[in-house]
């Protein structure tokens, strides 16, 4: 089967998770890439000759949160040239590969491309559960606005597909058929890990203006962090930064006590699979992120916070046994029950 898999550029864990599925793929069937930015390379270097590049929309940060007004003007900006560059692309494409079959990671160009040349969509990704699940938490009055605005990207992403497979770590109640629930999609070398509970507590960042950080986790003297998205290396006393690398980084999620975080999808599923406690930060004005939060603390495996600060972390290490106790009752059978979901939808074609 001929396969045509988007990705977006937007984060890197879209990238990531998509590469688990397309490793997958590729057993059996002849399978296309197309993306954008950062994801566009990272996956052309793991899968040559297979990755069209794409233009993709970027969010703008500032001070970690989502600048709303900044990411509108960015993308009627680039509007007019992205458009023409994927019209391009969607005719090489469209004389070049034809395929029986298309996975959308909340992408929109290959979505397109199947609506033209009525084709099958699978949509695989954690985002749809906003708008096909019923959310087992009260929206707090300020994050009503995003709430909606998030409800409505996702209704318009990528709509009317064969089926929904959503991965997650919390299960609420489907309202919209057809979807499946499965557990998060993770990365061989975290399933090859046995994890350790060591000293350190990891600390990811995804704004690199959070420059009250390092004071703040200096002011918790007796704890020792690891912390990652400053992309430098430097010793702080109880703070120490490290440029980014994969194995460096496993090495120490799987051996952490505890990791901080905002709100992003992958990170946390791939704490929560080590049974890592979670004191997530979400990006403010990125609902996505806050239900990611909401989860952590609803299941009792973390705290959920609106900003970085000691006060914040010192709570969380209170409870951090309890949470602990907690996690120890999280079981994953890898990726099989994804596979297995995308088998059967496969096997109706």
């Known amino acids: 089967m001929r396969i045509l898999y988007g990705v977006p550029g937007e984060g890197m864990g879209h ?10 793929l590729l057993k059996k069937h002849d399978v296309r890439i197309v993306s954008s930015s950062r994801a566009q390379r990272f996956l052309n270097e793991s899968f040559p000759g297979r990755v069209s590049e794409i233009e993709g929309f970027h969010m703008a940060y500032k001070n970690a949160r989502v600048d709303k007004f900044k990411t509108a003007c960015s993308i009627l900006k680039n509007a007019k040239g992205s458009l023409r560059s994927n019209f391009l692309k969607y005719m090489e494409l469209s004389k070049t590969f034809l395929p029986d079959l298309v996975i959308s990671d909340f992408e929109s160009f290959a979505f397109w491309f199947a609506l033209q040349h009525r084709l099958p969509i699978i949509s695989i990704d954690n985002m749809q559960i906003i708008s096909r699940c019923n959310l087992e938490f009260r929206i707090p009055r300020q994050e009503k606005e995003n709430y909606w605005i ?12 064969r089926n929904y497979l959503i991965t997650t770590f919390f299960y609420p109640e489907i309202k919209k058929q057809p979807t499946v629930l499965v557990p998060p999609i993770l990365r061989d070398k975290i399933l090859a890990r046995k994890p350790s509970r060591g000293n350190h507590l990891v600390v ?45 980084f496993i090495d120490d999620l799987a051996s952490c006590k505890g990791v901080i975080c905002n709100g992003g999808f992958s990170l946390i599923s791939e704490a929560v699979y080590l049974k890592k406690p979670v004191c997530s930060i979400p990006i403010q004005n990125q609902f996505e992120q806050f239900v990611n939060a909401a989860y952590i603390e609803k299941l009792g495996y973390g705290r959920h916070f609106g900003k970085m600060a000691s006060d914040s972390i010192a709570a969380f290490l209170y409870e951090i046994e ?28």
């Open 15 to 24: 990238a990531t998770r998509s590469k688990v599925v397309v490793d997958y």
């Open 150 to 161: 998030a409800k409505s990207i996702i209704r318009a992403k990528v709509p009317g597909c």
């Open 204 to 248: 990811y960042q995804t704004s690199e203006s959070q420059d009250k950080l390092i004071g703040d986790l200096q002011a918790l003297g007796r704890e020792t962090f690891h912390v990652y998205g400053f992309n430098r290396g430097e010793h702080h006393g109880n703070v120490i930064l490290k440029t980014f690398s994969e194995d460096g």
């Open 322 to 349: 309890r949470f602990h106790d907690n996690l120890a009752g999280y079981c994953q059978d890898g990726n099989e029950l994804l596979f297995q979901a995308l088998e059967r939808e496969m096997e109706k074609l």
